[in-house]
């Protein structure tokens, strides 16, 4: 398929496009570079060494023969050239990963709130709004957010893929009615992703787009078997409070000598996915599309769901690293269970990779390596959901065995 | 109260900021006068001949001895400036009418679609993140649109105000729970009014903003108590096929000698409220907020509900007027029932203003007055929803009784 990859230079963009053009898809890359440059404006960096875009596509081509392209483009402002990149290209699907992804950036600051929203809600409807003008009848498939439910609301009933069965009262009796599950998003950033379902809900119903929203989990691990042959492939690896995943920092905490930051009491349970389901899933997506005319396809891109505290011991038990329990910057529920449907992925064949002892010293193993290139100061969660709230002081001040 | 009237040179916004004033509130308009320059782009100005907002203001001040101030403001790009106003005014209470409001010009263009979504979803955000940085406790009341909730959707049930009480299966048997009301909007317009109810919801729960979201129906009428005295006061009248809402077209149409323009069966069903109930609906708003940490209070600013075909057939019978049924621009039901609740205005002392022969004599004997300024060719409404839906030729080229 030719397939075009928005936001195909970040975390699960890269691994994406290479897993796609690894599998014999044509893959063309458009990517604005805002996630490198959010990087320079907090002052931290990827722990492993990821290389400027050009430098990746080559190594690519050395590596695998295939060819992928590289367009610079800003989403959520230049529209026209948009338009003209999918009538020149006419992909057969369109993943959108180009959204700030972040939620502790999303609540760091007025700036980072109101980027957030411009920058997301901009570049998702330019994107429809350029599908709709462009023509074509190319399958959409974005990364949504487990995030878009809320934690716990339907009690003990699993959170379903999407949609909702409810029963209302009318007149006439108890009617039932299939919704879009109600939206509870906890930050800027997942408020975002709430937007976005409504925007496609309406591009669906109006215009006939086809339109996959992917719930996902917590993504951890950082290395791909498209991304390991050549360090100049390697993924990016995210450590600071504001970008890194919860599990994959545990773990580089754990490869550091760093206390294993737990905020509050650890009993937030959420649901995970490794980074090598991420990008099966994706094929997955494009080529198992919605009809057109069909109301957006949801499915929960998710393999397994643990409490945090549980994450944490796990890892302490592992390596030995002692548990801190911080102040929470975020306004959240302290205990919630989780379950979570995934039942359309595994139907569609995804084979779920789960946490093991192997895959998790694959990534203490990344951290072990590039541990000098870790700022100590970048590793407690600051970004606070409402101002006054208390964070935590560094916990250490240097990397043990290191010399910076 | 100290007022600030956001979007208060519009249609709604300048007889309700005559109105507050009038009743002793101290008004701040803001405004980037953003109306009036889309009359630009379309070619096309009110039916009536409103004044600079300079001297509106002048005229208000001669006519009633009180003064309001004017901050010429784009909501949704002059960030900073607004925190100031909102630093140095001190609202107790914000009006937020600032948003591009017609489902047809939101359906128009490419361009059309995204300014609507860049502006309404910015201005709203800005101004959430402002109130937040500015602090205070101000009471927000926003205008919405009946639009939000779709039409027929609950079968028989009356549309509630902004929540819905529905039961969902659980392993531990049926449990009840309030949602907002699903979304089902009709336009990018509408759709807009759906990010803004969950934006909403997203800054009350987090930062306690206090939010009312007033659902209006379709607005007809022209003039209220305040704008009468000094034709310098005269409200907009919007008559063209984009910004004119149908009632008053149908008005309009009859008074100027023109077939009334019915999309399709008419059997669409809509609710309706007069420009004066508007402009109290917003005080009783504003004076009987929300509490802090309250979710949106959300209540739907309508006073009837009538089938469109049955305006027409009413309008035709008082003035000999024709009916001309056309092909329906918009994608929409063709028919549809539409019960809905208004019990929280009623209960907060709104006396409803509803159709009478009186006040749409009024309203014809508004477009009598200034037929001259109509062109012909600006009536029919030829923003389709898809391209390539048919739209009507013009039914007349010039005005009967004018020398144009």
Known sequence: MRVLVLGGDGFCGWPT???????????????????????????????????????????????????????????????????RVIEELQPEAIVHFAEQRAAPYSMRSVNSKRYTVDNNVRATHNLLVAMVEAGGTPALAHLGTMGVYGYGWTGSAPI??????????????????????????????????????????????????????????????????????????????????????VLNRFLMQAAIGHPLTVHGSGGQTRAFIHIRDTVRCIEIAI??????????????????????????KMVSEMTGAEIANLPNPRREADENDLVVRNDQFLALGLNPTTLSQGLMDEVTQVAMRYKDRVDPSKIIARSVWRKGMETSEDLITEIPGTQK
Do not use: C
Request: proline share 6%.
């Open 160 to 245: 379903p893929e999407g949609y909702l069965t409810v029963k209302i009262e009318t007149p006439d009796g108890e009617v039932a009615r299939e919704i879009l599950h109600p939206a509870n998003p906890g930050s800027v950033y997942h408020m975002t992703k709430t937007l976005d379902q409504l925007m496609f809900a309406f591009y669906a119903k109006n215009d006939g787009l086809r339109i996959t929203d992917l719930h996902q989990g917590i993504v951890w691990g950082t290395q791909t078997d498209q991304t390991v042959p050549d360090e100049r492939l390697i993924n990016r690896f995210d450590y600071d409070g504001d970008y890194g995943t």
């Open 17 to 83: 496009s290479l897993y796609l053009s690894d599998r014999g898809h044509d893959v063309t890359i458009l990517d604005n570079l805002s996630r490198r440059n959010i990087d320079n404006e907090l002052e931290v960096q990827s722990l492993t060494p990821i290389r400027p875009i050009g430098e990746r596509l080559r190594t690519w081509r050395e590596v695998s023969g295939r060819e992928m392209r590289f367009v610079n483009l800003n989403l959520a402002t230049e529209f026209d050239r948009l338009v």
């Open 287 to 312: 080529t198992n599309p919605p009809q057109m005319g069909s109301q957006p396809m949801v499915l929960n891109q998710v393999t397994e769901s643990h409490r945090l505290r549980d994450l944490a």
